[in-house]
């Protein structure tokens, strides 16, 4: 660490003087998925003692049953060179949420050494695959794109302030992809290949993102819905009524303007 970012605008460090320990952790989290999938959080950190120095990529697993993720790995694919980490276990319990559902949550790290972290910084096509003792998550580019930023951010501020410096700026908002969900469509109708969702869908590719208030409208939904989504599932009742009130109605409407779709 020879050319340390002195802004620190994405890291805290912290030195305990009694065990000699240096922390450094990035400021921020990176959060892929849902609890009632597979929620995973992972935030990326330096530490050196006396006895050693490691790049760790922590990361926290939740859902509805266990993940197990002590008998798995991270795959990162940086340009078509698969490198992996296992996970190391640091703790597990379950948990409950106001719904009165019950979690599994697993949590620990995976060890990146520092040339696999500039790999991943450098990579042009990044893919990330996550593996459990049977299940395994691949991550959408979108999810890729998130985690290499993460990294970069900390590279920069850790290592060499010189490098990806235009990850540090806030990047321009742009239209999110046609290939996005309808979440809380998705959620009320019970399926994203619903006919109501897919004419929504429709709907957000022609006439909405190809106009600059369409594409803020869409950018906004996408900030608020994912959680308004999470919340939806399970309740029956809310969701039956979030389809008769609004789902339904809103895609016979749009067929009428729109009878070739």
Not at 121 to 126: D, G, N, R, T
Not at 130 to 135: L, T, Y
């Amino acid at each position: 660490m020879n050319n340390i970012n002195r802004n620190n605008q994405f890291i805290n460090k912290k030195f305990d003087e009694f065990s000699n320990t240096t922390v450094i952790a990035h400021k921020d989290c990176i959060v892929v998925g849902t609890k009632y999938d597979l929620r995973m959080i992972f935030n990326i950190n330096y530490i050196k003692t006396p006895e050693l120095e490691a790049i760790a990529l922590a990361c926290t697993f939740t859902r509805e049953h266990w993940f197990f993720a002590r008998d798995g790995e991270i795959i990162f694919n940086c340009d078509q060179e698969n490198i992996s980490a296992n996970f190391i276990e640091s703790g597990t319990e379950v948990s409950r949420d106001g719904d009165n559902d019950s979690f599994c949550n697993e949590s620990g790290s995976y060890i990146i050494p520092e040339d696999l972290l500039k790999k991943i910084c450098a990579a042009e096509v990044l893919k990330i695959r996550v593996r459990g003792e049977q299940d395994r998550v691949d991550f959408n580019p979108q999810d890729c794109q998130s985690l290499q930023k993460h990294c970069r951010q900390f590279y920069n501020n850790v290592f060499d302030a010189n490098l990806y410096e235009n990850d540090l700026v806030a990047p321009t908002p742009i239209p999110p992809p046609k290939t996005g969900g309808c979440f809380i469509a998705t959620a009320a109708m019970g399926s994203y290949d619903e006919p109501s969702v897919m004419i929504l869908r429709s709907f957000r590719d022609s006439v909405l993102l190809p106009n600059p208030m369409g594409v803020f409208f869409v950018n906004c939904y996408y900030k608020i819905s994912p959680p308004i989504a999470n919340w939806m599932i399970g309740k029956k009742l809310v969701c039956e009524l979030v389809k008769r009130l609004f789902i339904v109605p809103i895609s016979k409407i749009i067929l009428l303007f729109e009878p070739s779709k």
